[in-house]
């Protein structure tokens, strides 16, 4: 029942049937990266993809927003489906950046519907693998010799493939079996190309001034075409990987891959096989005796463990870069001394021990020490309903904009606090979309007129938690993030009240300081009242600003309104009634560029 097999270290080791390469770097600066021809009708298909979807959600979701319009208006849900379903079978066909985009957007089941992301969740299986001559090219290319040359057998059907990357089973001149991790063929031009299309995109976005007031794409888009380029370095993810499996190597509870060094290259890395059970197998899971509440706690354990200690993250968690590696029970290592095989049928036994196991990690990105004290604030505000801690690591992390009404701010993230306090994972979802059209309405000024500013260093470890969250609750609905998070929270309180402690003496030095000097400063203003020198300068409070700024927006709202809905109106009736069609579709076109000037303008 049980096959032996040798037990290996856990990473790092070398061989020597092949010389190492030399160490290259992840990827060129930006503005030295080297210059590729990209695949033009590709840019233009997905220019236009985008732009259409840009087009219709302005039409529908902003013009017949608007009162009266909103009659016709169709119902969203099947619509945005639609567009869901569309970008599904655009990426299947066409791959590269296209396939990471969506698996991230499948895996925001705390965010998006369920109807979208299950639209979307085929991208995690669904990547179509290169033609066997084109890896089997990849792999000659990379060592210079043919492959039978390098590899006692090479295996040219795939045993999974991702979107920049695929993985075939081979085995070693000595007799060992092993996983090559293959770029796809010409995938260096395909995500040039995505990335000069999304360039493109964000380009057009940034001249709308309300996505300006909320981000600086032109960051968020250097730094996301530096890590995407870093992904296509497997020698790059060679050294995150040694890193990562440095900061767990005393954690029995995470398992990363040996990685056989002298069969690697920028295009190939050769990595011992750990398919085990995928972590969102609950059937399979729950065959060997494993809780998949015990496995959502261990992952939640292990992110926050990255974020808060090591501060080394691993910010692709979507289900196919995770297994669980099922344990032997103490009778069956009389018998199966080294472990389970990959794909090796395991008896079920209750409460079956197992490990973690991480693969990919072309993804990864290292918090910086402004954000991770923010973080750390943030976990304290939250895990004990202290608002204004929030807020603190709101602007810790750089993350308002200047002006921001942080009353107002702190009062939203209350009641948003008590509304899901205590819950679990899958009711907080629930609880959110329940909800937002009541926050849309009270605090409209700061969720529309947002008060927030992504910054680039934020963009991956958000994507990272977001992921975690949607796949947490994928594997267990009922799972309870607070309790996870609480061990953490107390650990930073306190050592925040031993900082507090260690410089209590200088607090109290200044203000002995400022005491003193008192009696003057009162003394000081007491005299320029006597001599008629005193004056009072007199604002207004954030509120009446505030107030004042909806009034006059309202007013610009409306008659932007009423301008684009008599361009529409005249436009359909010329249309319909056949008097002049031209004029009629110019007015329609009209009032749409009219509705996307106001849109930049708000």
Request: charged share 25%.
């Amino acid at each position: 029942m049980f096959k032996r097999m040798d037990r290996r270290p856990r990473s790092g080791a070398t061989d020597d049937a092949l010389p190492s390469p030399p160490p290259q770097s992840c990827s060129p600066p930006l503005e030295s990266a080297p210059q590729i021809a990209i695949d033009q009708r590709r840019y233009r298909h997905i220019w236009i993809f985008f732009l259409g979807v840009l087009l219709k959600a302005a039409w529908w979701d902003g013009l017949f927003a608007l009162p009266l319009l909103n009659l016709a208006r169709p119902a969203p849900l099947p619509r945005w489906q639609a567009v869901a379903r569309r970008y599904r079978d655009i990426a299947t066909e066409m791959g590269g950046v296209l396939i990471k985009l969506g698996q991230f957007l499948s895996t925001r089941v705390d965010l998006l519907p369920p109807e979208i992301t299950q639209e979307l969740a085929g991208l995690q299986d669904e990547v179509a693998p290169a033609a066997p001559e084109d890896a089997i090219a990849v792999v000659a290319e990379a060592f210079g010799r043919p492959v039978e040359q390098v590899f006692q057998h090479f295996d040219t059907a795939p045993i999974g493939a991702a979107s920049l990357a695929q993985a075939h089973r081979a085995v070693l001149p000595d007799g060992r079996e092993v996983i090559l991790k293959v770029l796809r063929p010409g995938i260096h031009v395909l995500v040039e190309t995505d990335l000069k299309a999304m360039a493109r995109i964000c380009g057009w976005l940034s001249k709308f001034k309300f996505v300006r007031r909320r981000m600086d794409l032109d960051i968020l888009l250097d730094e996301f075409i530096r890590t995407t380029r870093c992904e296509l370095d497997l020698q790059q993810e060679n050294e995150n990987l040694k890193r990562f499996a440095s900061d767990f190597a005393d954690n029995p509870h995470v398992y990363i891959p040996r990685v056989f060094e002298d069969y690697c290259r920028p295009s190939v890395l050769t990595l011992e096989n750990v398919a085990y059970i995928k972590i969102t197998d609950i059937c399979a899971l729950q065959a060997a005796g494993i809780e998949p509440s015990a496995v959502a706690d261990r992952l939640y354990d292990t992110y926050m463990h990255q974020i808060f200690i090591t501060n080394f993250v691993h910010v692709d968690p979507h289900p196919g870069n995770l297994f669980v590696r099922p344990l032997p029970i103490a009778e069956e290592s009389l018998v199966c001394e080294a472990g389970f095989a990959p794909g090796e049928d395991v008896p079920c036994q209750p409460e079956r021990p197992f490990q973690l196991v991480f693969i990919d990690f072309g993804m990864t990105a290292e918090i910086s020490e402004r954000l991770k004290a923010a973080m750390r604030l943030a976990a304290i505000g939250i895990s004990t309903q202290d608002t204004r801690k929030v807020i603190q690591a709101y602007i810790v992390a750089d993350a308002l904009r200047p002006g921001t009404n942080l009353r107002r701010l702190e009062k939203v993230h209350q009641e948003w606090l008590q509304k899901i306090w205590g819950l679990r994972m899958g009711k907080i979802q629930e609880t959110a979309f329940r909800e937002m059209r009541y926050f849309l309405r009270e605090y409209r000024d700061l969720i529309v007129g947002t008060a927030f500013q992504l910054k680039a260093d934020m963009l991956f470890i958000g994507r990272a938690v977001g992921i975690l969250a949607g796949l947490a609750t994928r594997i267990d609905p009922d799972f309870d993030p607070w309790s996870k998070t609480m061990p953490y929270a107390k650990r930073f309180a306190m050592e925040e009240l031993t900082g507090e402690w260690q410089g209590l003496y200088d607090e109290l030095f200044l203000l002995g300081r400022h005491l003193w000097r008192i009696p003057a400063e009162l003394d000081a203003v007491l005299t320029r009242a006597k001599q008629g020198a005193l004056s009072v300068q007199v604002s207004l409070s954030p509120e009446t600003r505030q107030a004042i700024r909806r009034i006059d927006m309202s007013v610009r709202r409306f008659a932007w309104m009423v301008l684009t809905a008599g361009l529409m109106v005249s436009g359909v009736n010329l249309h319909i009634a056949d008097k002049n069609p031209p004029l009629g579709i110019a007015l329609i076109a009209l009032s749409a560029a009219t509705f996307l000037w106001g849109v930049g303008k708000k």
